[in-house]
């Protein structure tokens, strides 16, 4: 298996609601990345986990709480989320930290 | 600081012919890079990379060349076929932490 699996494909929420992002790899991977990206933007860095602990914040606002159970999983939840909060939420996985980092297909986020 | 841009935003070339992709960095610690493609609708896809103790790396049908002295990365893309159509991103890995930074994007368009 040499995927990262991102579910759901699709979410529309309330900026009242709580929801949250999963994501999954069974390729062994120590490392694991929750990125958000803009329509014509490149992917910006929210949070990098090492290990199951999280080695990266970005300066995320607390209204996105990352979670990682265990090795293969890696959640992403959400609270009280704004428009401007739209956007495809990528999560990936590599190796180690300095090692190709492998992207899933990512979770389309409308926040109305 | 931290940066890492493309010189082009968009790239048209006729079916067959060589693209070349170019990327710029600033960070001298960065001592790995990757170069992404991304379809519409999906998530970042590896295509190869190159760590800083090496000048050019080749794959099938695509080389990628790097210049350490003016902080340059570039990507070729031999025989563009029109599935090579999609927007490519150089990323700079700063081994420290894990941060893997994108460029802004190049949208390659090949035309029949």
């Known amino acids: 298996d040499t995927e990262v699996t991102q579910t759901p494909k699709h979410l529309v929420m309330g900026m009242t609601n709580k929801k949250s992002l999963k994501c999954e790899q069974h390729m062994g991977h120590r490392a694991m990345y929750w990125y958000k990206q803009k329509a014509k933007k490149p992917p910006e860095l929210m949070f990098v986990?090492?290990?199951?602990?999280?080695?990266i914040n970005e300066s995320v606002p607390s209204r996105f709480s990352p979670e990682c159970p265990n090795s293969s999983l890696l959640n992403l939840h959400l609270h009280a989320l704004q428009p401007e909060d739209s956007a495809l939420y990528l999560c990936?996985?590599?190796?180690?930290?300095?090692?190709?980092?492998?992207f899933g297909q990512g979770t389309r986020l409308t926040v109305v | 600081g931290e940066s890492v841009g493309l010189h082009l935003p968009t790239l048209s070339v006729q079916e067959g012919d060589n693209s070349i992709i170019n990327c710029a960095y600033s960070?001298?610690?960065?001592?790995?890079f990757i170069w992404y493609k991304q379809e519409s609708g999906k998530g970042p896809q590896f295509i190869i990379d190159?760590?800083?103790?090496?000048d050019k790396r080749q794959g099938q049908r695509v080389t990628v060349l790097l210049n350490k002295t003016v902080k340059h990365l570039s990507l070729q893309i031999a025989a563009t076929q029109p599935g090579d159509s999609a927007v490519y991103f150089c990323?700079?890995?700063?081994?420290?932490?894990?941060?893997?930074?994108f460029g802004q994007g190049t949208e390659l368009s090949v035309k029949p």
């Open positions: 960070n001298s610690a960065s001592d790995y």
């Open positions: 190159i760590r800083s103790n090496m």
């Open positions: 986990y090492s290990y199951e602990k999280l080695s």
């Open positions: 990936a996985s590599s190796q180690d930290l300095g090692a190709p980092a492998f």
């Open positions: 990323a700079e890995n700063i081994h420290q932490g894990g941060k893997l930074i």
